[in-house]
């Protein structure tokens, strides 16, 4: 049965405590009393008596209990100061950051991952910092040449941070060491280099050793950085000798079109000059097949020939005379005939004859292969020859005897 209850005979006690009521009525609780049961407690937690003493008056008693409450409220702001203190120690590191602790400044060796992380206030100081942002500068300045010209020069530098504890922790201003450091790594590499150099093809080469010379310098000083790439954006020449410059520049870029010209030009000869020289080389290496393919057929029929001649001299040399005047005479176009009786030589002008009887006939000019033809010619050349002796029917009987 419940306390509160109607029948309750008072066996049942007050759940908040003491088991008085007032006026001996059922109702709520006293609340004074309940704040003085809460006090007491409160107290006894922090090492309070929460009684006061029985001689004294009611003066006395006052005194005792703003004492104790003075205490209890002094523990709870403790405890709330404590609750904020540990929340105040919970921080959030990003994907791209790293974190380093300095644990009451000395550095602890381990790196913060990216999360939620919680280090005690006060106690640790967490520094963030962005490895993966790609950092960039820029330094414009005029300097002087190795050959004692002064350029005016803008070099980017790119970087990125590699060792977050040496960025923190070896170096006090990481930024300005990289500030002083790149000023003098440009310095010295422009004062190593010639002014035209700069100016035209050795841009890329001053990038270069102005990179490795301030990755040396960071490495030195422990700032952990990383130097990603330096770029030189611009070199100009000082304004007195500025059109000059342009001037040598165009030079150099026409001296290269010229160039570009003549290679293009030798690219499309060469080819050529070697297409011609395989060709002239086949062309040769074809006649020499063909002079000894026709050598040996030569000596074949020479061979042959000789077995012929040593069987029938008279009729092989006979044979070998005609077909010898043969040969000469069909390609002929004149006839020297030497007259029998004289110094003098009669002219056949062949060529003109046939040109005059085949222009009449519609031949065309063509050389007479046929013995009809050659009987036509012959009987055109019967006014022109002298009379015929024994020697010369002889010889036109031969002459005919071929013809047939």
Do not use: C
């Not at 959030?92 to 060796?109: M, Q, S």
């Not at 990216?114 to 960039?136: A, C, Y």
Request: glycine share 10%; no cysteine.
């Amino acid at each position: 049965m419940a306390w509160n209850e109607p029948g309750n005979n008072g066996d049942n006690k007050d759940p908040w405590g003491g088991g008085g009521r007032r006026g001996g009525n059922d109702g709520p609780p006293d609340i004074d009393e309940v704040v003085k049961n809460l006090t007491k407690k409160i107290n006894s937690l922090f090492g309070g008596s929460g009684k006061s003493s029985g001689g004294s008056g009611s003066g006395s008693g006052g005194s005792g209990g703003g004492m104790t409450l003075n205490t209890g409220m002094l523990g709870g702001l403790l405890l709330a100061v404590v609750v904020v203190w540990a929340f105040m120690g919970f921080y959030t590191v990003d994907e791209a950051e790293r974190g380093v602790i300095l644990r009451f400044g000395k550095v602890r060796n381990d790196v913060v991952m990216p999360g939620l992380h919680w280090n005690p206030p006060i106690i640790d100081e967490v520094t963030k910092v962005n490895v993966q942002r790609l950092n960039s500068r820029q330094f414009v300045n005029d300097m002087l040449t190795t050959d004692e010209n002064i350029i005016s020069l803008t070099v980017t530098v790119q970087y990125r941070i590699q060792d977050p504890i040496s960025y923190v922790i070896a170096v006090q201003d990481p930024e300005l060491s990289l500030q002083n450091a790149s000023e003098s790594a440009i310095r010295h590499i422009v004062g190593e280099n010639f002014m035209d150099q700069i100016l035209t093809t050795g841009r890329a080469a001053v990038a270069d050793d102005v990179e490795e010379r301030l990755q040396d310098y960071m490495n030195t000083y422990q700032t952990g950085i990383l130097v990603s790439q330096v770029n030189v954006t611009d070199a100009q020449p000082p304004n007195a000798v500025r059109a000059a410059f342009d001037d040598v520049i165009r030079a150099r870029e026409d001296e290269q079109r010229v160039q570009n010209q003549a290679q293009q030009y030798a690219n499309q000869i060469i080819p050529e000059a070697r297409g011609e020289a395989q060709q002239t080389i086949e062309q040769a290496n074809g006649y020499k097949q063909e002079v000894i393919a026709e050598a040996q057929g030569d000596a074949a029929r020479f061979n042959q020939l000789l077995a012929e001649y040593r069987k029938a001299p008279e009729v092989t040399r006979e044979r070998l005379y005609i077909d010898a005047i043969e040969s000469v005479m069909s390609s002929a176009s004149k006839i020297m005939v030497d007259v029998e009786g004289g110094n003098n030589m009669m002219y056949l002008p062949l060529d003109k004859i046939l040109e005059q009887g085949n222009a009449a006939a519609g031949t065309g000019g063509a050389i007479p292969s046929s013995s009809r033809e050659l009987q036509d010619l012959a009987n055109r050349l019967a006014p022109y020859l002298p009379a015929p002796t024994n020697a010369n029917s002889v010889d036109r009987s031969r002459l005919s005897r071929r013809g047939n």
